[in-house]
């Protein structure tokens, strides 16, 4: 089956000569949901601006659902790779949340009852479509990521890529969108440094490190691996231990 990500020797070198990326392989099968760690600077987010196109590879290749990642597919590709930055409001510059969540698929030519449709389920999937006449910026930093990710699920993308989706977030607003999260059928890829948040919604992690993937195996198997912990610097809240978790099928 072919992945719907499929990173093959991927390098790359910023144009001050920092090469962040060393040679990556990661291939996503549909319907995973894949945790990316690793510690600051590991690569994780460059890794992911080539997969939308907003980096193009130095070297090796990235495809998504078979299609390369390049200048000729980047509208295809944009829409099958919808990514849900750390900041909702680089997502949200609209009047209102159903302009925001319509803005990407009008942009694909979507108009009258269709869009309206695509952005009451999207709003729905979100648990946020008795807030789409309301300004953006009136609600909830947690609301607001919702509506963010409302805007990339508007597109019906193959593949939901979240960069660090826990962070700002309270204790139930948390929960609340890991839940969301495990509703949608969607592939998703998850930059975290939220190590539980991995556990708790992604059967497999896959372990950047200074440019190159050091472990790509099932969570709960890398977050027990104290010598990999350890040598690449991530580690556990206190008192988290992955052994005693009562962990929800996913
Ligand atoms: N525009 C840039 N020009 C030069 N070097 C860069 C640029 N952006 C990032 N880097 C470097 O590339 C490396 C990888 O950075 P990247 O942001 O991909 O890491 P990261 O794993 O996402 O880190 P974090 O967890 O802190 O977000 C780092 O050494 C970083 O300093």
Known sequence: MTPVLDVQGLAYAYPDGHQALFGVDLHVHQGERVALLGPNGAGKTTLVLHLNGILTAGAGSVSVSGLP????HLREIRRRVGVVFQDPDDQLFLGSV???????????GVRGAELDARV??????????DYADRPPHHLSFGQRRRV?????????PEVLVLDEPSSNLDPASRRELADI??????T??????????????????????????????ATYDVLTDDTLM?????????????????????
């Not at 999260?181 to 969607?186: A, G, I, P, T």
Request: with cysteine; aromatic share 4%; proline share 7%.
């Open 181 to 186: 999260l495990r509703s949608l059928d969607v």
């Open 230 to 250: 350890a040598a690449h610097r991530l580690e556990l809240p206190f008192g988290f231990d992955p052994r005693t978790v009562v962990r929800t099928p996913h």
């Open 120 to 129: 009451m389920t999207a709003l729905d999937q979100v648990g946020m479509a």
């Open 98 to 108: 159903r302009q925001d969540v319509a803005f990407g698929p009008a942009n694909l």
């Open 148 to 156: 963010a990710v409302a805007t990339v699920l508007a597109m019906q």
């Open 188 to 217: 998703v890829l998850m930059v975290t440094h939220d190590l539980p948040y991995a556990l708790e919604l992604c059967p497999r992690s896959v372990v950047l490190s200074d440019g190159v993937v050091v472990a790509d195996g």
């Open 69 to 72: 990642v390049g200048k000729e």
